[in-house]
């Protein structure tokens, strides 16, 4: 009996260890790297509200401004790996704070652009500079979180994305309505005030963020020792890291699972550089700042989705299958979306559409985490989001030639209603490696 006793004390001695451990790094590190990623994406995404003031000034088209939106991934996909690479080798502290403050000089600079020219090299170049930045993060986090907790924690992480867009959206709509100094047309001040924070806050990576739980002074020994004993079993029964990088390239697992990323993705990036301008072809008299309020809407929407998928998910220990749902539906939204004229049930399709933009993206990172470590780790999913997002090229350039063309966004929306199947029946047709 004093046995039992024991047994029963030492499990709630350990319960009480994993739920202050995994309290204090939640309130520790999200929000940080929230506010982080919240800017990345906020940067990178916000050509797309510069367009309803920038593309008729600088005399841009359709198909050109999708690739001013597209091109960015091209330099992304080129060095995200190496960037990935560089993070194992230097520590996330230090290569974290590279990215943001390279990135935010490069957005800098775009403001200063006059021709469609500029816009090229300078989104290429944002590219470059910002890859490796969320695989790092995807990555930096299975450094803390044991797997089974890891997908609630980049639910929340991922908030970023809601967060960007619902104080990003209305933000980026006042300036470009209202600011105008110096002679600087709106979209110009928007972008240019939007970049100081990554280079800020890059700084602050140095004396903010710590390389692994056994670094900081704020876990007690036992909490450490909790950590390190839940990441080394889950090491054993993961896959033996290779030990060359290129070689974890050839994976069939990864290279798969990232071909289904591009289809994704495609989808995703195309309606999001492109919402604001279907918005306001839903009513041609919304100001910039209506139309930046309008997109917190379905941002809402997304991220309750994101929050709930992420829970279920964790509770039920199932992944897949959480993610193809949330896919399909937003499937469903897109066609509806593309055949439909009215101001507010498409905007009820646009809050569809975001269920599966960000309802899916914590589920799916830990399908490939659940089987990589270490090195493949840091590899995989660094290569798993470069080839991913050449569907950010391909999706926003895609859909621009197809508004060139039929002079409507329909056939841009069946494509990116396509692409959304193909990445849920690829993804539903997955099977990941059997431990050996």
């Known amino acids: 009996m004093s046995q039992i006793i024991s047994q029963k004390n030492n499990l709630q001695a350990m319960t009480q260890i994993e739920e202050s451990t995994l309290k204090k790094m939640r309130w520790r590190l999200i929000p940080f790297l929230l506010i982080l990623y919240a800017i990345a994406y906020l940067d990178r995404t916000n050509i797309s509200y510069a367009a309803l003031q920038m593309n ?11 690739m001013v939106a597209s091109i960015f991934f091209i330099g992304y996909f080129i060095f995200e ?3 990935n690479v560089a993070l194992h080798k230097f520590g996330a502290r230090k290569w974290i704070a590279r990215i943001l403050i390279s990135w935010g000089l490069v957005a800098f600079l775009t403001a200063f652009a006059t021709g469609i020219y500029h816009l090229y090299i300078l989104r290429f170049l944002l590219g470059a500079a910002e890859a490796g930045f969320f695989p790092g993060i995807a990555f930096y986090l299975t450094y803390w979180f044991p797997r089974r907790h890891r997908a609630g924690a980049m639910a929340t992480f991922f908030l970023a994305q809601i967060v960007c867009n619902c104080l990003g959206a209305p933000l980026s709509g006042i300036i470009m309505d209202n600011i105008h100094w110096l002679g600087f047309s709106g979209w110009r001040w928007m972008i240019l005030l939007e970049a100081v924070p990554a280079i800020l806050l890059g700084i602050a990576t140095f004396f903010v963020l710590n390389d692994s739980p056994q670094d900081v002074k704020w876990l007690s020994s036992e909490e450490k020792s909790w950590v390190k004993d839940e990441l080394e079993i889950e090491a054993a029964n993961s896959t033996p890291p290779q030990v060359h990088w290129w070689k974890i390239l050839g994976d069939k697992h990864i290279l798969y699972l990232a071909i289904t990323y591009v289809w994704i993705v495609m989808a995703i990036y195309g309606i999001t550089f492109w919402m604001p301008t279907l918005i306001k072809g839903f009513q041609a008299h919304f100001s910039n700042t209506v139309i930046g309020f309008l997109v917190v809407i379905p941002t809402v929407v997304g991220g309750i989705a994101m929050l709930i998928n992420g829970w279920h998910s964790d509770k039920t220990m199932e992944r897949k299958w959480h993610v193809v749902t949330v896919i399909l539906s937003g499937a469903v939204g897109m066609f509806l979306l593309s055949i439909t004229t009215n101001t507010w049930l498409s905007m009820l399709w646009l809050c569809l559409i975001s269920v599966a933009a960000y309802g899916y993206i914590a589920v799916w990172w830990t399908i490939p985490t659940a089987f990589l470590s270490g090195l493949s780790a840091a590899v995989g999913l660094a290569a ?3 080839v991913g997002n050449l569907g950010g090229f391909f999706g926003p ?8 063309w039929t002079g409507t966004p329909r056939a841009g929306l069946l494509f990116l209603c396509a692409s959304f199947v193909i990445g849920a029946v690829m993804l539903a047709s997955f099977r990941p490696p059997v431990k050996q």
């Open 56 to 66: 008729g000034e600088l005399k841009i088209t359709g198909s050109q401004f999708g």
């Open 397 to 404: 350039w895609i859909v621009g030639m197809l508004v060139d």
């Open 81 to 83: 790996v190496p960037s």
């Open 384 to 386: 798993i989001n470069s």
